[in-house]
């Protein structure tokens, strides 16, 4: 297999995103609609597919300091700039931020279900001095499929079945991805480090400031009161935590996403950094492991689909532990081990939307990760007997695969149910 099969999936799958990427894909097809338009909007109708408004009910939109998919949609459509994809709304300024807010005090933003049963999709209809633009938006975060102009199409998407739509045809594998990671020249992989200094970035801010439920920062501050030990495990897990607190508080700084999540591009990322620092690798060593932890979550990602009822941070503490048992010397059997590992501990972790508590799961993910990491390097792993597990690893993620996109559609169901009928208190 080509090569170039690995980084072109890793340039179409770690890109850089502000702010929690199911409203900025909202506010992205709200700023495509906008352009369409070629006038100031000064209504929207947005329809959004209920996992997308199951994740974008409880995050901060960055700039805005507003949550939820009505304020994201204002700012898209007045400040947001399509052309930047996941960062679209990196210039929006408080005078920007107000004009949206008026406009959704306005009530001038209308968020409904769409008339299909797309688990990706958004559309935008922007009105304003008597025309109209839309934009459609489907199946990946930045994936937009029609543009409108009063009405008529004046732009559409027509493609072939990807590889990831195909499930015979998609190229990777535990063993591919593992010999690729070995193999390439430095070179060529060696801007999967862009990930590493653009997360910490953001963990580091996530240290400095109070971001949400501050799981990052009270690690550390845990650590300083020496009630934490400083060791490996909590020094990844507090870097983690710091950078996903930072996120989903809607800080206005770029993270490194994976498969259309920021959270899961931190959580493949900043684990490997830490333990990377902490073992003393050096930025060959650094990118080898990143490679390793970034296709391993590409990889389980696609059997799982881009959004469901499970918890893309376990997907992702899964990427992460193979990254770190990497750099420790593991050989592609402990990366299986360590895959099995995960599977046997937290497969059933539930999304129930972004939020700040995302950084809370995105902790336990980690140190499951770690851990189960650890028991691979000493060749202990979960057997293929047990529960969902099996020895061969591709059908172990094919099975974790079944159990999130297949087995727990209800629970998707019930877990939006519950997050839109519960009472507030």
């Not at 909007?41 to 597919?49: I, T």
Request: glycine share 10%.
């Amino acid at each position: 297999m080509s090569k170039n099969v690995f980084i072109t999936l890793l340039k179409r799958e770690v890109v850089p995103a502000i702010g929690c990427t199911e409203p900025i894909a909202v506010a992205l097809a709200a700023a495509t609609a906008a352009r369409a338009l070629g006038y100031q909007a000064e209504s929207l109708d947005v329809a959004v597919s209920a996992n997308l408004l199951k994740n974008g009910m409880g995050v901060i939109v960055p700039g805005c300091g507003e949550m939820g998919l009505h304020i994201a949609a204002a700012a898209g459509a007045i400040g947001g700039k399509s052309e930047l994809g996941l960062e679209c709304l990196r210039d929006i300024d408080e005078d920007l931020a107000q004009k949206a807010k008026a406009m959704v005090a306005a009530d001038k933003v209308n968020l409904h279900l769409p008339d299909n049963e797309d688990l990706l999709y958004c559309k935008v209809i922007a009105s304003g001095n008597s025309h109209t633009g839309a934009a459609e938006l489907k199946d990946t975060h930045t994936n937009i499929t029609r543009i409108w102009k009063d009405g008529a199409i004046i732009s559409e998407k027509i493609e072939e079945k990807t590889a990831e739509e195909k499930q015979e045809e998609w190229p990777l594998t535990v063993a591919k991805i593992f010999e690729f990671a070995n193999t390439t020249p430095l070179e060529e992989i060696s801007f999967i480090l862009e990930a590493a200094a653009m997360n910490r970035k953001v963990a580091e801010e996530g240290l400095q400031r109070h971001y949400g439920l501050s799981v990052g920062r009270n690690i550390d501050e845990q650590v300083r009161k020496n009630i934490l030990a400083d060791d490996m495990q909590t020094f990844a897990t507090r870097l983690t935590a710091a950078a996903a607190d930072a996120r989903m508080a809607g800080v206005q700084m770029p993270v490194m996403s994976n498969s259309g999540s920021g959270n899961q591009g931190i959580t493949c990322t900043m684990p490997v950094v830490a333990c990377a620092i902490r073992l003393d690798k050096n930025d060959g060593e650094l990118a080898r492991a990143l490679i390793m932890s970034h296709l391993i979550s590409i990889h389980i990602k696609h059997h799982l689909g881009r959004l469901s009822a499970h918890c893309g941070a376990m997907v992702a503490g899964t990427a992460s532990a193979c990254g770190i048992a990497h750099l420790m010397g593991g050989d592609l059997n402990v990366m299986e081990r360590t895959i099995r590992n995960m599977v046997g501990n937290i497969a059933g972790m539930i999304c129930d939307g972004a939020k700040s508590s995302c950084a809370l799961k995105v902790a336990s993910a980690v140190g499951a990760g770690i851990q189960s990491a650890m028991l691979a390097l000493e060749g202990i792993a979960v057997p293929g007997n047990e529960g969902i597990v099996s020895d061969d690893i591709e059908a172990c993620i094919a099975n974790l695969g079944v159990l999130g996109s297949t087995g727990m559609r209800e629970t998707d169901k019930v877990i939006l149910d519950i997050m839109l009928h519960k009472k507030q208190a």
